[in-house]
């Protein structure tokens, strides 16, 4: 309980947060400077349901916790000390691999992959980087830990003759820049088994005990090289086979199976009708497996006496190049085709792996494109300098009295492909959908949101998008480092508590129509914030790739501005269009003002306790009773602990003072999503 002489409580929570903001030590690269959470790592990779446990992350702009979200599940979170949260986990959550996100002052953070188990956990100490410093796990263990140093983590498991000893590790899901070389070793040092494709299985010949050694493939360390790795003595379940000799399909059709060895092709025939419509989509790359699968279709025809003529139809490996191209590099090395027949006749199909792998695969033949339309969402960046080369984590959050989107990609779209509505659903409070919109066989659409002035800080896993990409660590150079991605489920959007400094909205929200050889003017209203007055320069994001995308000129101090859309000269051909008008605004922040409020409260009460400190020690001086010698050192305690509150008060203010000063951040701005119906032009 909190007392007038003891604000000590108060200053110690003003002081976690302020330290927990300032946690640095990774520093997450990014083009937008304003206050966006970003999370870089955490530790642990997992635990199991029901623990308590204290979760240390690692960003920047970490304010203020409120939450964990796991998945859709939010988790009270409070801070025990720097940088680390205590969560409960619940105990309804099943074991599956969460993404994991901080929620806060300013919103929600970008994923980390996070593991719930039913395995206890082995937490590496470090300090096992010997054979004879080995430390014993058992099997059905996950085992944990990171690569402080280069040298490796050493573990003996005990097995018994004809048990299977599994272990299994996988980098990317995980988050992690570990590429992992596990193997296993009798205690004589002879090498029995070793991890390849992430597995080592091992099946003991006789009671005995073995050693597992984990080390980076390259002997890297840091906080960005730890590992989680499951063993089991559950064998590895055998993946079906692939056909050898064609197999007969229909339409619809799916087919789960694995490449066959060293490239070798898996055959199937298609027999399809006059009029059928139907689209063929391999699915491997796009599971998270490191494949390039490669599809032959060719014609099959036999004459009377039932021998075959093979021509060439198509030969497909990756998926056509999105255009305009998104923000970010998203892969697909997995092959798509749609087809209209005009007879009947018969496709046979040849799929292998250019990389020679035995990895899974889907083979799927769909009567029409699926429905809902498989979206991605790709949090908010700037575009970029010409030539740069950068990775960056972005922003899932609207600044109150603003408006946020998202890049949304649609994958294996063609030319059949109908157009699409953006929507989303289960926003935070105070937030606004203002939809959006791919055109029919386009790739690439934007989806908006607006905040209220007054909505609260928080974040939600929305529903009406599956799916989302990101980078998994902040890079300024790819052409030094590797820029990895990783998919995962639905997006999270959340609420800064910072104000936008403009607020962008066309005049007219309905749909505009224009001639393929004209001109559209589309006349934008501006609401800008008290302290932002400069010209802002806004690209129209989703017609053309960003670096030659026309832009808005929207004069300093002004209140409107227009954008001159000319359809001609884009080569705009006729049809439906969706963009979003967005460009930086620079404008003066203040960062932990609400530490500063608090803790000048704090110090006000500290100069009254030290005040009424000072009082009981003359009331005990002047005291004539025998208790005076009693009373005489109550004070004099009373007294030191005010004066000792008072000085940590006045730090505390002087510290969070210097960290409050206004400094100029980049705000990334954007407009309501625009639509446009471009016409054919009239014939004379």
């Known amino acids: 309980m909190n007392t007038r002489a003891m604000p000590r409580p108060n200053l110690y929570s003003a002081f976690c947060c302020l330290q927990f903001a300032l ?28 623990t308590t446990l ?92 990171t690569f402080k140093s280069g040298s490796p983590h050493w573990f003996t498991i005990d097995a018994k003759s004809g048990q299977t000893i599994t272990a299994s590790f996988s980098g990317r899901r995980f988050d992690t820049r570990t590429e992992l070389l596990a193997t296993l070793s009798a205690l004589t040092g002879r090498e029995l088994a070793r991890m390849r494709g992430g597995v080592l299985t091992f099946t003991a010949k006789a009671d005995a005990t073995y050693r597992l050694r984990l080390n980076d493939l390259m002997f890297r360390s840091g906080e960005d090289y730890a590992y989680r790795v499951t063993v089991t003595d559950k064998p590895v379940p055998p993946r079906p086979p692939s056909p050898t000799t064609p197999t007969s399909l229909t339409i619809p059709a799916t087919i789960q199976s694995s490449f066959l060895p060293q490239g070798a092709p898996s055959i199937f025939d298609l027999p399809f009708k006059a009029n059928d419509k139907f689209i063929l989509e391999v699915h491997s790359h796009q599971l998270g497996y490191a494949t390039d699968p490669q599809l032959i279709i060719e014609n099959v025809k036999k004459d009377a006496a039932g021998k075959e003529t093979v021509s060439a139809q198509a030969e497909i490996a990756d998926a056509p190049a999105i255009s305009p191209a998104p923000s970010i590099n998203i892969a697909n090395r997995d092959p798509s085709y749609a087809f209209e027949a005009k007879a009947d006749g018969v496709f046979r199909l040849s799929l292998s792996d250019a990389f020679n792998s035995t990895n899974p695969f889907e083979l799927c033949i769909l009567k029409e494109a699926p429905k809902p339309a498989t979206v991605i969402a790709i949090n908010a960046t700037l575009p970029k300098a010409a030539n740069a080369k950068t990775g960056d984590l972005g922003s899932a959050n609207v600044p109150r009295n603003g408006i946020a989107a998202f890049e949304v990609i649609a994958p294996n779209r063609n030319a059949l492909s109908e157009p699409i509505e953006l929507k989303a659903e289960n926003l935070p409070a105070g937030v606004t959908c203002l939809g959006g919109f791919i055109g029919k066989g386009q790739s690439l659409g934007y989806i908006a949101f607006q905040a209220t002035a007054d909505a609260p800080a928080g974040g939600t896993i929305l529903s009406g998008i599956p799916k ?164 005489v050192k109550a004070a004099t305690a009373a007294q030191k602990l005010a004066d000792t509150a008072k000085t940590d008060a006045d730090k505390l203010v002087k510290d969070l003072t210097a960290k409050a000063v206004a400094k100029e951040a980049t705000f990334i701005v954007y407009s309501n999503p625009i639509r446009i119906r471009v016409k054919e032009v009239a014939k004379k």
Request: proline content about 6%; overall charge positive.
């Open 23 to 50: 946690i640095l030590a990774t520093t997450a690269f990014s083009q937008a400077t304003f206050p966006t959470p970003a999370l870089t790592g955490i530790s642990p990779l997992g635990s199991k349901a029901s």
């Open 468 to 631: 989302s990409q990101f980078v998994s660590f902040p890079v300024a150079d790819a052409t030094k480092d590797n820029v990895l991605y990783r998919s995962t489920g639905a997006p999270a959007l959340g609420v800064s508590t910072q104000t936008a400094p403009a607020l962008i909205q066309t005049e007219k929200t309905d749909l505009l129509e224009v001639a393929a050889d004209a001109k559209l003017d589309i006349p934008l209203k501006v609401t800008r914030h008290a302290d932002f007055a400069d010209a802002l320069k806004l690209k129209a994001l989703g017609l053309i790739d960003a670096a030659k995308a026309p832009e808005a000129d929207i004069a300093a101090k002004a209140n409107t501005g227009k954008f001159t859309l000319d359809v001609k000269t884009l080569k705009l051909a006729p049809g439906d269009y969706g963009f979003i008008l967005q460009g930086p605004a620079k404008m003066k922040i203040r960062r932990n003002v609400e530490e500063l409020t608090a803790a000048e409260s704090d110090a006000k009460k500290a100069i009254e306790a030290q005040a009424a400190a000072k009082k009981q020690l003359e009331a005990a001086t002047a005291d004539a009773t025998p208790k005076k010698a009693d009373l």
């Open 54 to 145: 204290d979760l240390t992350l690692r960003g920047t702009d970490l304010d203020a916790p409120t939450a964990i979200l796991l998945n859709e599940r939010s988790i009270p979170a409070k801070s025990t000390k720097p940088n680390v949260l205590s969560i409960t986990l619940p105990t309804d959550l099943k074991p599956a691999l969460y993404d994991l996100r901080f929620v806060g002052r300013y919103g929600v953070s970008n994923p980390r992959a996070f593991e719930i188990s039913t395995l206890d956990t082995v937490e590496s100490p470090g300090t096992n980087t010997k054979a004879d410093k080995a430390l014993k796990v058992a099997l059905n263990t996950a085992i944990q830990g």
